[in-house]
Structures are given as C-alpha cells and as structure tokens.
C-alpha cells in the first residue's frame, strides 16, 4: 500500500498570540512571578491546540499548580546555592547543593523528557514515556567521560545514543517509537554547519566592513579606536571621558551586526538539519515521519526574527514565534494508515522539578 | 443550545462527531453516547483564542468544539464564566493596558529600581568582594594597558596632597600613578575606590598647582560614590533577564545586547552625575570649577591637533566635551 504523507498544520496567528503573551507577563510582574506558571501553561495549550496533524489537534495538559511548585523548588535551590556561595561564603555547604544537582541531573533530565509527553495528548490518548532512570545514569557516565577523553569529537556518535534512549522508550498510546540514525550522517550535518557558518561569517564581515568603511570615513575616526574604546568600556571600569558614548555606540552596532546573523544563522541552520535529521528516521508503529524543511529559510527566518525583535523592542517577539513555528510544522510530515488505532494507557501524573529545571537553565532535550 | 462536537472515549484515539445540547434544567446531554449529567459535573477549559474547547466529562470522556462563541453564552447562561485571563486577553482596553504595565515595569527596573537595587546590592556585598573585582580588573589592565609612572616626585606630592585632602582620611580610596600611551590623557575609577590617573593627562595641565586634576579626582571620586559600575552591573543583568524572559531566550541577545546599550547610553547620564558632584566637592575645598573647565578645553584642542593618532581624538568631534566645559565655567566665579 503506497503512503501517504500528511502535513501538520498550525493555525496560530499573531494577534491572538500577542494578547496572550503580553497579558501573561504584565500578569506574571503584577503577581511577582506566581502567574508565570499559568502563562507557560497557557502559552503551551495555544502552540499545542494549534498544531493539527489529519484534521485534528494536540493538547497540552500540564497543571499549572504543579508547574509552580516545580518551580518554586528549583528557585529554592538556587536561591539557597546563591545566599551560601556569594553572601555566607560557605562554600562546602555551596559545593554540596552543586554536586548534589550534579548527581541529579540525569534523573532531571528524564523526568523532563517524562513531563513533555505524558502531558502531550492527540486525540485524548497521552504520550507516555517508559525509559529506566539507570538508562539514563549510565549515558550521561559514558558519554560524559567519553566525550571529555575525545575532547567532544565523539558528539555525534552520543547525539545519535542520545536520540535512541528518548525515542525508543517514547509511546503514544500503545503505539512505540523507533528512531534509527546514521552517526555519520550526524557528522555530516556538522561538518555542513561549519562550512556554511564560515561562508556567512566571510560575506558578514566584508559587507560590515565595507558599510564602516563608509560611516568611519564621514565621522573621522579609525576603525582600531572604535574597536579599542569598545573594549576599554567593556571592562567593568567608569573610563572617564565623554568620548565614550559615540564610539561604544558604533562599536556596538559593528558587534550587533557581525554576530547576531551568524549566532542566528547558525541557530536555524542546526534546527532544520537535525529536525530534518531526527524526523526522517523515527516511526510510529512502522509509520514513517517526514521533515522537508529548508535550512536556509529556517536559517533566513531566525536571522530576521532577530532583527525583527530587536527593532520592535520586543513586541514582534510573538509574531517571529508564531512565523518560526509555523514554517518548522508545515514542513514535517507523517504517513499513518489508520490514526484510529491507538489505546489509551491513561494520564499520569508526575514530578515538574526536572521540566522546571531544565527551563530555569534554559537546557532544551529537543524532542 | 446545540453545538457540534468531537468526541474521544479517552480509550482510543477513534474520533466521533456528535451534537452537545445543553438543556434549560443545566444539563449537558449527547443523547448518541447516552450522556445526561448536569453541567456543574462537566469541565469546560478556559478559553485560548480561538482553539478548540476541551469539555471534560467525570468517565473520561472528553468533546473538543470550535463554537466557542455559543460556548461562552452557554457558560454566561448559567453564570458559569469563569476565565478572566481570556476577558483581559479578548479585551482591546485590557490588552492596552498589559502593554503599558510591561512597559513601565522594564522602564522602572532600569532607572529607578536599578538604582534602588544596586544600592541595596551593595550594602549587602561585603567590602572585599568589591575589592576582589576591582584588584582583578585593575591587574588585567596592569597587564595590557598600564606602565609606572614617569611624573616627578614633586608632581606626584602634590596631587596626593590633593587627593588626600579629598577623599579625608577615608581609607579605602587609593590613587594610582601610571603611565598609558595606549589609554592617552584618562583617569577611572574602580568601585573598590582605586583611581588610576595617567601621566599623560598630567602633562596636559597648565595649573602648577595641579588644581584641574583635582577636579578630574574628585569627579571619579564621584563615580565610585554613586556606584556607577555597581549600577551598570545590576542593570545589565536586570536587562539581561527581561529580554531573556521576554523573547524566552536567555542567550547570547540576553547577555550581549544590555552590556552594549547600557555601557553606550548610560555612561552619559552617569558622566554628568559625577560632573554635579565634583562640582560640589570643589566648592567645599574652595578651589574654582575654571581650572578643570581648562584642562577640559586643552584635551579638546590636543585631540584636535593630533587628529586620529590617538583614541582621545573622537574628544574633539563630539559635542558632549563643550557642554561639559560649559556646565564647569557656569560654577567659576
């Protein structure tokens, strides 16, 4: 029987997006952050409930009491770690904390992975995740001694073990995940962002080049001075004198310019390679997923999204949000004969201290 | 009230088109699931935009529907509507008034609570953490940019005269003599209270008495009693977390971008605080404003004879140098 692939679909729009958005944080700052946890769950229901695979959509069923409480520990924690390490100067009891979270961390990261899907449903039947927290031990053990010895050469072969030990042990319903990946396709990916990164980075420069070229020569300054008082402001040193304002200004600006588009550029260039990647080599019950995005639009949308945000002073922020999922969605596809096959296990519940961890750091598993 | 729904058992994912009829005695009723309970029984999501609602029956069951619209009437029937983040988000007024509630928290935590903070900050952080940064920075520079002075014993006596009687016996001011071709005519300030004075800013003063570097110490002296670095500090990691918390990215545009805009935008601002508070500490030593307001202007025109040769040259194209004049020659009597 030929397949036949179908597109996931996001409705999301941008004006809907930005009232909830801009409501979550002047709620989020008029309740000293308690909010924060609806706004996440509110923001999660929104991406989820528009996101259609065949007609119908996801759901998004985290609590958000539990979230808060999630939060609030590891907020604790931190806060704990902070007050002993910087104010009481304790630094075993510091030392403790860190190694203690150290030691945890490869339990946190599968109850994250664990929180994401079983509050993730499609049709009122939850994802579930069944990995083993020894599992979980012995990679980061391995990999993490492994990869200190190669000096990080060996990434892609844990990239790939990595992607393994999530998908393997990931169901819908009683359906099961498979994920088979070529490590040498991973460095292939590599070696393709490193080439592509350094081609940006040449054009980049020279087109900053010449444009400063220009704006240096109508201001008469040299490029090393601006350069120069960039650097002597950027210690943490009051320099006294009024040059500073204009010439850290345009050193700034050669800054922005020269990094954001390659920190950016390479940003959407791995997403689509490794969705694209990941996608095309994971199934559903034998039924094959789908990823066609184009690097380099991926790539062009979060450069722009950049400028775009930074521009609007943030308020644009919702709309390159929606723009960036949008495209990453409508080109992932699956090809499933029959999307009434799938039996509920039922919802579970379960720890948030790991999710929330893993968000207060700001570390993306990337499912 | 009819409205269409889909249905899921919450066994399967099968899917089921059905009709929900919410009767006047509140009661919700899909008769082809032989479903009959009161509404109070049911739970109906809060509204998203204009996502399917989620009715949550007490079996399981769950029904999804897009007619959120006669969903909310239903719910205003029976005095049931309860989602108030909805009513601010559908609301133009509400909405408005979130944009302005964001926006003036971000203002207020840049000005006045950076202020605030920083001031709280350093009250709590004990005096050798300060000091710690400060020896770090000032050896990394020591390193780079720094050489022993070259000014005569003489020179030296008199402007530590000067520099004592300013800062009265506190002790943890501290002035240093170096040398920086690299740096050019400077002085700055660490917040530890370490001041660096650079010989060839020495050089450029015409009063024997060395009255003009008074001024530029007792202006530095002014950076480290406002705490000026504490405060760029504390609003760049202020800045830093809003942005990260706002594009939900704590990364390099959260860590880069407010060091940049602060240090540029800020230091004006701060230049000028220092300025009023020279200005002060002149007035108490009854020494006159007009010895800085010269040496100011001989920087000026010795960035404006040496052209591009050194980083003091973009002293003399940039306007802000004659205001400064300007505010020191309005306090010379």
């Given at each position: 029987m030929e397949k036949e692939f179908k597109y996931f679909e996001f409705k999301g729009n941008a004006k809907e997006y930005f009232r909830i958005w801009i409501v979550n944080i002047a709620l989020t700052i008029l309740t000293f952050g308690i909010y924060s946890a609806w706004a996440k769950v509110r923001t999660n229901r929104y991406m989820y409930a528009n996101t259609y695979l065949n007609g119908s959509n996801f759901e998004y069923n985290a609590d958000p009491v539990r979230i808060l409480i999630g939060r609030i520990i590891v907020v604790s924690i931190y806060i704990l770690f902070i007050v002993f390490a910087q104010h009481l100067m304790m630094f075993e009891v510091a030392a403790g904390i860190a190694i203690v979270a150290f030691l945890a961390m490869p339990w946190l990261v599968r109850q994250a992975v664990s929180f994401k899907l079983r509050n993730t449903s499609y049709r009122h039947v939850p994802f579930r995740y069944v990995g083993k927290i020894r599992d979980f031990y012995a990679f980061f053990l391995l990999h993490g001694l492994l990869n200190i010895f190669t000096l990080f050469l060996a990434f892609p072969f844990s990239y790939v073990r990595f992607k393994e030990l999530i998908l393997r042990h990931s169901h819908y319903g009683q359906g099961e995940f498979n994920f088979k990946g070529k490590v040498q396709s991973v460095y292939e990916i590599y070696f393709s962002i490193i080439g592509w990164i350094m081609l940006i980075a040449i054009a980049v420069t020279m087109v900053v080049a010449f444009l400063s070229g220009i704006a240096l020569e109508s201001s008469g300054m040299g490029i090393e001075e601006v350069l120069s008082s960039g650097m002597v402001t950027g210690e943490d040193v009051s320099v006294d004198d009024a040059t500073t304002p204009m010439a850290t200004g345009v050193a700034s600006l050669l800054m922005i310019l020269i990094y954001l588009p390659l920190i950016f550029g390479e940003k959407g260039l791995s997403d689509a390679y490794f969705s694209n990647y990941v996608r095309n080599h994971t199934t559903l019950e034998g039924a094959p997923f789908r990823g066609d995005i184009n690097v380099f639009k991926l790539a062009w949308i979060s450069i722009s999204n950049v400028f775009v945000i930074l521009f609007s002073l943030g308020l644009l922020y919702p709309w390159s949000k929606i723009r960036y999922l949008k495209y990453k969605l409508e080109h992932t596809s699956f090809a499933c004969h029959d999307y009434e096959q799938f039996e509920s296990f039922g919802y579970e519940k379960g720890s948030t201290v790991g999710e929330e961890m893993m968000d207060f750091f700001d570390i993306d598993i990337g499912l | 009230m009819l409205i269409d729904a889909l249905l899921y058992?919450?066994?399967?994912?099968k899917e089921h088109k059905v009709t929900i009829e919410f009767s006047d005695n509140r009661r919700v009723v899909i008769r082809s699931h032989n479903i009959d309970v009161p509404i109070d029984e049911v739970e109906i999501e809060s509204r998203l935009g204009n996502t399917p609602r989620v009715l949550s029956f007490e079996n399981g069951i769950r029904c999804k529907s897009i007619e959120n619209d006669k969903i909310d009437q239903v719910l205003k029937k029976f005095g049931l509507s309860k989602s108030k983040a909805y009513k601010i988000e559908s609301s133009i007024g509400l909405t408005v008034a979130s944009v302005l509630v964001t926006i003036g928290f971000v203002w207020f935590m840049l000005t006045a609570g950076a202020t605030y903070t920083a001031n709280a900050v350093a009250s709590i952080l004990p005096a050798s953490t300060l000091k710690e940064v400060s020896k770090v920075t000032l050896n990394q520079l020591e390193d780079s940019y720094l050489h022993p002075s070259k000014l005569s014993d003489r020179q030296k006596r008199i402007i530590q005269t000067h520099f004592n009687k300013l800062v009265e016996?506190?002790?943890k001011y501290k002035l240093h003599f170096r040398s920086s071709p690299e740096i050019g005519p400077n002085a700055f300030a660490l917040p530890s209270g370490d001041i660096v004075l650079t010989d060839e800013l020495v050089a450029l003063s015409q009063d024997k008495e060395y009255r003009d570097i008074l001024g530029v110490l007792a202006h530095e002296k002014g950076h480290v009693v406002k705490k000026h670095s504490m405060r760029i500090a504390i609003k760049t990691g202020i800045s830093g977390v809003i942005i990260g918390y706002i594009t939900g990215d704590v990364s390099v545009l959260a860590s880069t971008i407010p060091t940049i805009l602060i240090n540029s935008s800020y230091s004006r601002e701060f230049e000028h605080e220092a300025d009023v508070h020279a200005v002060q500490e002149l007035k108490d030593m009854n020494i006159s404003t007009k010895y800085i307001a010269t040496l100011f202007e001989s920087l000026e025109k010795k960035s404006a004879e040496d052209g591009n040769s050194t980083s003091m040259s973009m002293f003399a194209s940039h306007p802000l140098t004659s205001k400064r004049i300007e505010f020191f020659k309005s306090y010379a009597n």
């Open positions: - | 058992d919450g066994k399967s994912s016996g506190e002790s």
